[in-house]
């Protein structure tokens, strides 16, 4: 079956540094991959999508690109700022999402 | 309306009870989706709705779970006989297309 595999948190980081948090995916096909984001209670928000090959998501300073050829689909963002502190999850599908196992987050001042 | 709306925020129940958990897509999706969330950050999929009719049923246990979505209703996810390891927070997602899902705030439910 389809698998998502993400780096294991948790990232502490300063802020304004720069992230990267890595996603692989296995599955049939290409499937449509996602982050989404969980802010602490809350629950999880669409951060950016990406539907084929070579597709960039953007959002709010945060980007990543599809890449056919590795299976990759990584998460960045060039300033974090302390309101980024949240559980990050990778996600891939159409009907039925896979989940990765998240990434926590801390920016600290 | 405009979000998805769960409830209730938290549900406790002793274990052996029945837990029903509500679901309201927002306005005009189609499709609604269960998933379960346990150990804090791992996500399941249970069930999928086109309109009234399950779409995708693969995630669902095979026994105490149930789940609905009827005409002018709230879907339902309904748990008999609750056991420990079904503590969890349940979210329900919905969507106007089959690829990007919009999620409610999630459900709680402890089992005592």
């Known amino acids: 079956g389809d698998s998502v595999t993400q780096m294991e948190g948790p990232v502490t980081l300063s802020e304004e540094a720069f992230l990267t948090i890595n996603c692989t995916y296995t599955a049939t096909g290409y499937p449509s991959l996602f982050w989404y984001v969980q802010y602490p209670g809350e629950g999880l928000q669409l951060l950016l999508k990406?539907?084929?090959?070579?597709d960039k998501g953007s959002n709010k300073g945060f980007e990543a690109t599809y890449r056919k050829e590795t299976t990759s689909f990584h998460l960045e963002k060039g300033s974090v700022q302390v309101s980024d502190s949240a559980v990050y999850f990778c996600?891939?599908?159409?009907?039925?999402?896979?989940f990765g196992t998240g990434t926590q987050l801390k920016v600290e001042l | 309306g405009e979000e998805v709306a769960q409830t209730p925020k938290h549900l406790v129940r002793g274990e052996g009870q029945k837990a029903k958990l509500y679901c309201a897509p927002i306005k005009g999706h189609s499709y609604v989706f269960w998933y379960q969330q346990v150990l804090k950050n791992e996500f399941k999929f249970l069930i999928s709705f086109q309109n009234e009719n399950v779409f995708d049923e693969t995630g669902m246990p095979k026994e105490r779970f149930s789940a609905k979505c009827l005409p002018n209703s709230p879907c339902s996810l309904e748990i008999q006989a609750t056991k420990l390891e079904d503590s969890a927070v349940y979210f329900c997602a919905s969507s106007a297309v089959s690829n990007e899902q919009f999620f409610g705030p999630g459900t709680r439910l402890t089992v005592l």
């Open positions: 996600v891939g599908g159409g009907n039925k999402l896979t």
């Open positions: 990406a539907t084929k090959a070579d």
